[in-house]
């Protein structure tokens, strides 16, 4: 049994290193892409299979954007990035349960050790991708701001003159919004990577502890905090992106 | 720099995951998202639409169903009079032919009476005529003699009188 919080590289193309996260990241996303271009192809006026359930979950989704923003068109601009954001959070979460995650790999060397290097593993089990993905929210976030609010109006809700009604105190409250923009990132990329990566070891120590019956409950469990997780990427980048778009009251 | 090596932080693998991203991100926006959106919003206005037709469908079938209440009470009404009418007229009609039925007989009665007045008159003065004949014949028998007129006129009073 070997736990790693990084992600084991499996072999090298060119110079980038392809570890089994980024391996399923591709498949997923890839596997995504096919599977809603060409439900797209044959969409029909009465849904029947996969497009119910692709209509369902869209609807749904689109309502509840709705329901936050209060505005139809901030809700088909934002729809995209979450509609993304939770499908492929979802899917990469639940990547992670398949049997034979963890276990079918290449016998190589990792940290020293002979070991097996499972060939997948959960896309959000990798710091590289929560990291990547949280970065690129804050940056859409702040770009989203500027968009909807100007330069300006958007600066001015970090950079408060203390010489205005709150004095140093909206300044100060200023300096800590922008610090929490940061922080921002820290915490969206360690709790999808945390819950994840926790759910995985537990699965791993179930597994080896009693390899029937017992890790099923825990399986179950996985399931939905894989939903969980991706829903609160989800709705907290909706929530982001909204409070951007807001002037703050002084 | 350390820490983020034992994190498994790698500047190559997080640009392939955030370029990886940026790809689904795209393709799903442009194939999948607004395909679909479309579709959905195209449909429920579609079915809007529908349900629009159907209420002033309805609304109308209502109407005209009302209006040919009303046009079939105004025929009815109309044939009634129509009928009335008819019945009247047919009556006046059998009436007057009824009444000119009754004066041509009236008439032919009279005519008849008339007539029969006077061949009765003719009859009389016929037979008037050749009784003084037979009378005056037989007379001339009976007398032997021939009467004349005078005679005659005097003996045919004498027996008419009597």
């Known amino acids: 049994m070997e736990i790693s919080i990084a992600a084991e590289?499996?072999?090298?193309?060119?110079?980038?290193p392809i570890t089994n996260a980024l391996l399923i990241g591709g498949i997923v996303s890839g596997l995504l892409m096919i599977v809603f271009t060409r439900l797209m192809t044959r969409l029909q006026e009465v849904p029947k299979g996969l497009q119910n359930v692709v209509e369902v979950v869209f609807?749904?989704?689109?309502?509840?954007?709705?329901?936050?923003?209060?505005?139809?068109?901030?809700?088909l601009q934002f729809f995209p990035l979450i509609a993304t954001i939770f499908l492929f959070v979802l899917f990469s979460n639940w990547a992670g349960l398949l049997p034979g995650l963890g276990t079918v790999g290449i016998y190589g060397e990792h940290n020293g050790h002979h070991t097996i290097i499972p060939f997948l593993r959960s896309t959000s089990a990798?710091?590289?991708f929560t990291l990547a993905l949280s970065v690129m929210v804050v940056l859409v976030v702040q770009f989203t701001g500027?968009?909807?609010?100007?330069i300006t109006k958007y600066a001015g809700k970090f950079f408060v003159s203390p010489l205005h009604k709150p004095y140093v105190i909206g300044t100060f409250v200023g300096v800590l919004e922008l610090i929490s923009e940061v922080g921002k990132t820290i915490s969206f990329t360690f709790r999808l990577f945390g819950n994840v990566f926790a759910g995985e070891v537990l699965l791993t120590v179930m597994l080896h502890l009693v390899p029937y019956?017992?890790?099923?409950?825990?399986?179950?469990?996985?399931?939905?905090?894989?939903?969980?997780?991706?829903?609160?990427f989800a709705m907290l980048t909706l929530v982001f992106l909204k409070m951007a778009t807001v002037e703050i009251e002084h | 720099?350390?820490?983020?090596?034992?994190?498994?932080?790698?500047?190559?693998?997080?640009?392939?995951?955030?370029?990886?991203?940026?790809?689904?991100?795209?393709?799903?926006?442009?194939?999948?998202?607004?395909?679909?959106?479309?579709?959905?919003?195209?449909?429920?206005e579609r079915i809007e639409q529908g349900l629009k037709d159907a209420d002033t469908a309805k609304e109308k079938l209502v109407q005209v169903s009302e209006e040919e209440k009303k046009i079939l009470q105004l025929a009815r009404e109309e044939a009634k009079a129509l009928i009335a009418e008819a019945e009247k007229d047919a009556k006046e009609r059998s009436q007057?032919?009824?009444?000119?039925?009754?004066?041509?007989?009236?008439?032919?009665?009279?005519?008849?009476e008339k007539r029969l007045n006077e061949e009765r008159v003719k009859m009389l003065d016929g037979a008037k005529a050749e009784i003084a004949g037979l009378v005056m014949t037989a007379l001339e028998k009976v007398l032997h003699e021939k009467v004349d007129s005078t005679k005659d006129q005097e003996l045919i009073a004498r027996m008419t009188n009597k």
């Open chain 1, 9 to 16: 590289k499996l072999f090298t193309l060119g110079a980038l």
């Open chain 1, 59 to 75: 609807e749904a989704l689109l309502d509840l954007i709705q329901n936050v923003t209060q505005d139809k068109k901030q809700a």
């Open chain 1, 126 to 128: 990798d710091l590289n």
């Open chain 1, 146 to 150: 500027i968009a909807a609010l100007g």
């Open chain 1, 213 to 232: 019956i017992l890790p099923l409950p825990f399986l179950f469990l996985e399931v939905f905090v894989g939903v969980i997780q991706a829903v609160v």
């Open chain 2, 1 to 44: 720099m350390e820490i983020l090596a034992k994190l498994g932080i790698d500047w190559k693998l997080l640009l392939a995951q955030g370029v990886n991203f940026a790809i689904l991100f795209f393709v799903l926006k442009h194939f999948a998202y607004k395909p679909m959106l479309d579709f959905l919003m195209k449909r429920s």
């Open chain 2, 96 to 112: 007057k032919r009824e009444e000119a039925t009754e004066a041509k007989v009236a008439a032919l009665l009279l005519e008849g």
